[in-house]
């Protein structure tokens, strides 16, 4: 786990110097034109309700909701890391974005379907995602016993993952390096946060221990 973390952020280091100084690279003109043939409109609303809840500080109205349920059952530590994971990772990111100055594509190259002012690597979305649901997919999958629910969450929260990156590219937001430098960070600060929680939750376990013991 440790090995794929670091090359993660090796691989996120690469694309970012790569990425600095060219408009677009290994194929993303060509990749952006490929996802954007399928235009079943069908596929085409799905790319748009993936990408839906990451504008306009939806995200945080979800996170904020499922902090206030995790509350709801006694689960302190694992609010607080999913909204520590999310804010700083937006920090994170943006502050990337400013230092590598990278353009969004634009409608004379590829359709795009989504505008945005801000700058374009690495993409957000993905960051966020990751950092969000990922934490999210984590909990579930560690806290929940098997059930019909959780198998359908871990789906639906595997979904938003995976296929963000997809929705990204063809809504003409990104480039698909964009995508790829935003997943290698977004996996390398999900894997912190987790590594993270897991610390601050043995603590706490062995605290209670400890108090359990003396009373």
């Known amino acids: 786990m440790r090995k794929i973390t670091i090359n993660a952020l090796l691989a996120f280091g690469a694309v970012s110097g790569m990425v600095a100084v060219m408009v677009y690279i290994f194929g993303d003109l060509r990749i952006t034109r490929f996802i954007q043939r399928f235009d079943n409109p069908y596929f085409h609303w799905l790319m748009v309700a993936i990408s839906w809840p990451g504008y306009l500080g939806r995200q945080w109205v979800v996170s904020l909701c499922v902090a ?14 999913l909204l520590i994971s999310l804010g700083s990772i937006w920090l994170l990111t943006n502050a990337i974005k400013f230092i590598v100055g990278r353009a969004r594509p ?3 190259m590829v359709e795009v379907y989504a505008h945005s002012s801000t700058r374009s690597f690495p993409s957000g979305h993905v960051t966020s995602y990751m950092a969000l649901y990922g934490f999210l997919f984590y909990l579930v999958y560690t806290l929940m016993r098997p059930s019909p629910l959780r198998s359908a969450l871990l789906v639906v929260l595997g979904a938003l993952i995976g ?23 977004g996996f390398f600060w999900l894997a912190m946060t987790i590594y ?10 062995g605290q209670t221990l400890q108090q359990s013991a003396h009373g």
């Not at 206030?68 to 059952?73: E, K, N």
């Not at 997809?166 to 290698?184: E, K």
């Open 106 to 108: 634009t409608p004379d």
């Open 68 to 81: 206030a349920l995790l509350l709801r059952f006694r689960l302190k530590i694992e609010a607080a890391c």
């Open 163 to 185: 296929l963000v990156g997809l929705s990204r590219v063809y809504l003409g937001a990104h480039w698909a390096s964009d995508v790829f430098g935003g997943y290698c960070l």
């Open 196 to 205: 993270f929680y897991r610390r601050r939750k043995g603590e706490s376990v």
